[in-house]
RNA sequence: GGAGGGAUUCCCGAGUGGCUAAAGGGAGCAGACUGUAAAUCUGCCGUCGACGACUUCGGUGGUUCGAAUCCACCUCCCUCCA
């Protein structure tokens, strides 16, 4: 095995627990909240900063990669830690979310998907032995098997092919995983269909992977579904694994998973909405770009010891923003990534303690949409 | 003193008789963003009691059914010649 899983206390009233997993390259507490960097970057941070805003596991994209620098670079570098300067663990993506965000310019097979990439339209096979290969090359300490996310809405039909289809994919996934010093994830699909999130969960769950992720949700469902989805899948999922939900997200969406046993998330919301401007706080979201802040000397979040509100006020960064100065992507992005693993941390503090249940009570009453 | 050219909505800048409240860009304002084709995208951007009305294109007057667009004079700016 190449990791290894401990709980380490479970909730009485929810299914949130918290846990460890140990990797090649160093212990997770979870839940966790992963940065995604896509490109082996987490935009607009460099590494000393991300881990200095708490991260302990980042993300990195096996399409992405593969096209550009391509993953033989990677490995020439000596894998995908030692390029980005990241010693810590990585987890890669399959590409199986570009199946559904490249859409346009894919084409699915049984074989696998054949994309045009998006860079200079030339024509790529990902398949699941490829997508392991590359995986392989690149060197993560947690692998994705490559599936086929669906869209919402879909009709059954498709997402019942895209589910079954996900599920030979995933067994050949395991049959061409080579390095014993990666885990292996498996992931369910299955779209909004109960009776097709069972099936999916059950199966993925025999598979017996190293962990287990829930794909296809945040995808334009309303979190009633999605929420629904994770009451459905998440208990058929072996306690003894990590669950990593996919995609998400935003800090209420993340405590509503937990509250269903999930343990791992990841999410470009934190940077991209960086990017552009706005800032999130435990009270929601403050688009620090608008004109009522231009004004305002005060810290994003006066509570936050984050280096951004450490020393930099809402005035002074609305001014970057607009100003179109890159700090200001910067200093947000340090902000919304400390917040959301200073919160996911407040999350494991409250299950430690026994009081998740009234931490996530009292988060709601505070937290505006 | 003479000869040309020009003044357009916050800025730049199209527009030379009706299809023009006036292209386009910028600035400004707001919204979206959830396994990253994203430092992106979308909307608004003369005024108002606003699916309609009203006032605009340096100023004044005129031609015309109708003018930012044509004419006269005036004001200011630019280039060239003395």
């Known amino acids: 095995m190449a990791i290894s899983f401990e709980i380490k206390k479970k909730c009485k009233n929810t299914a949130a627990r918290t846990g460890r997993i140990d990797t090649p390259h160093g212990s997770i507490n979870t839940p966790v909240y992963m940065p995604v960097g896509t490109q082996a970057t987490v935009k607009a941070m460099t590494p000393r900063q991300v881990e200095e805003a708490g991260a302990e596991i980042v993300l990195g994209n096996t399409y992405h990669l593969y096209l550009r620098p391509g993953h033989e670079t990677v490995k020439k570098a000596g894998g995908l830690h030692k390029f980005m300067a990241w010693d810590k663990p990585i987890l890669t993506d399959s590409g199986g979310f570009q199946v ?20 200079d339209g030339s024509k790529h096979m990902l398949t699941p032995e490829k997508a392991m290969s590359i995986q392989e090359a690149l060197g993560a300490d947690i692998i994705m098997a490559f599936d086929e996310c669906t869209e919402y809405p879909a009709e059954y039909e498709q997402v019942l092919a895209a589910m079954e289809r996900t599920h030979r994919w995933a067994q050949r ?83 509503d998973a937990v509250a269903r ?10 940077t991209r909405v960086a990017r552009n401007g706005t800032a999130l706080t435990k009270r929601g979201k403050l688009v620090i770009r608008n004109a009522k802040y231009a004004e305002d000397f005060t810290p994003i979040d006066d509570k936050c010891t984050c280096y951004t509100c450490r020393n930099f006020t809402r005035a002074y960064i609305r001014h970057l923003i607009k100003a179109n100065e890159i700090l200001a992507s910067t200093l947000l992005s340090i902000h919304n990534v400390q ?30 949409v």
């Not at 859409?103 to 998907?113: D, F, L, M, N, V």
């Open 173 to 255: 996934c395991k049959d061409a995983k080579s390095r014993d010093d990666q885990a292996l994830f498996g992931i369910v699909q299955g779209g909004m269909f109960p009776e097709l999130r069972k099936k999916s969960a059950k199966e993925i769950a025999d598979m017996d992977f190293e962990g287990n992720a829930i794909g296809g949700l945040s995808v334009g469902e309303p979190k009633d579904i999605m929420n629904d989805m994770l009451d459905i899948t998440a208990p058929l999922l072996p306690e003894s694994k990590p669950r990593y939900l996919m995609g998400v997200g935003s800090l209420d969406y993340i405590i």
């Open 100 to 119: 559904f965000s490249l859409g346009a310019i894919r084409k699915i097979t049984e074989r696998g998907a054949e994309f045009s990439s998006h860079l």
């Open 339 to 368: 917040v959301t693993i200073d919160f996911i941390k407040e999350i494991r503090e409250s299950i430690q303690n026994g009081d998740f249940l009234e931490y996530k009570n009292e988060f709601f009453a505070n937290y505006n």
């Open 261 to 270: 046993g999930i343990d791992m998330f990841d999410c470009v919301l934190q």
